[in-house]
């Protein structure tokens, strides 16, 4: 039994550390001209761990449940980049990305949910769409 437990907690943490998550600023200009669109991207590599794909595929069902018109409207939209593809480097050079990060940017505001999202969208997905959320909604009122 303490044998499946150690198991368990080495499959939980593991993907965690084994990572490169990109720490960095929570929030931080990006480069580029205001726009009233946002727009979410999920920056990966090629290799990717059950919790790189997990925070990917709630950042992206989240936003479009709890922001459907404003995706129809094309006021915003949510890509997946791999960092490792090279027709993606002047936009990872453009927003300063160098890891797996998942970023909110509207004009020249960027917000990196990246920690947060390694942090709960395993563990507490629920916390993880309240935060989208508040981010999302502090973005749309400024």
Known sequence: MNTLKLLLAMATIFP???C???T???EANASGTPSEKIEAYYFHFSTRCVTCRSIEAQAKDNLEALYPDLFKQGLMTFQ???LEEPANKP???KLGVGG???LLVKGDQKIDLTREGFMYAM???EKFKEIINEKVNDLLTR
């Open 100 to 102: 797996q990060a998942l």
């Open 91 to 93: 936009l990872v050079q």
């Open 16 to 18: 965690l550390i084994s």
């Open 123 to 125: 563990v507490k997905p």
């Open 20 to 22: 490169n998550a990109q």
């Open 80 to 82: 997946s980049v791999n």
């Open 24 to 26: 960095s600023v929570k």
